[in-house]
Nanobody, 119 residues
Framework: QVQVVESGGGLVQPGGSLRLSCAASGSIFGLNVMGWYRQAPGKERELVAYTTSGGSTTYADSVKGRFTMSRDNAKVTVSLQMDILKPEDTAVYYC?????????????WGQGTQVTVSS
């Protein structure tokens, strides 16, 4: 059984910072991909950033230069440092773990955490 648990989030003023954390546990071996997604009201879920167990990280254009994703492979945890936050960053943020199983990728999701950027 694989579990993904997020923490962090909250209310912050524009220009402020927040940090999200995510921990995965269970049967996780070898290659995996961990990422952050977000979903604003009335919009589809979108990718924010992801990182592979090999260490490469990719960011959405909308957050480049403002968000930093880090990873601890030994603990299978990731964090998302969000700086210079904007009102348009307001959304529910979800942590995702992607594992290869039998030639397919399986997605495991956290419960989501609300981030609100408002004055």
């Amino acid at each position: 059984q694989v579990q993904v648990v997020e923490s962090g989030g909250g209310l912050v003023q524009p220009g402020g910072s927040l940090r999200l954390s995510c921990a995965a546990s269970g049967s996780i071996f070898g290659l995996n991909v961990m990422g952050w997604y977000r979903q604003a009201p009335g919009k589809e879920r979108e990718l924010v950033a992801y990182t592979t167990s090999g260490g490469s990280t990719t960011y959405a254009d909308s957050v480049k230069g403002r968000f930093t994703m880090s990873r601890d492979n030994a603990k299978v945890t990731v964090s998302l440092q969000m700086d210079i936050l904007k009102p348009e960053d307001t959304a529910v943020y979800y942590c995702n773990l992607r594992l290869p199983r039998g030639g397919q990728w399986f997605d495991y999701w956290g419960q989501g955490t609300q981030v609100t950027v408002s004055s």
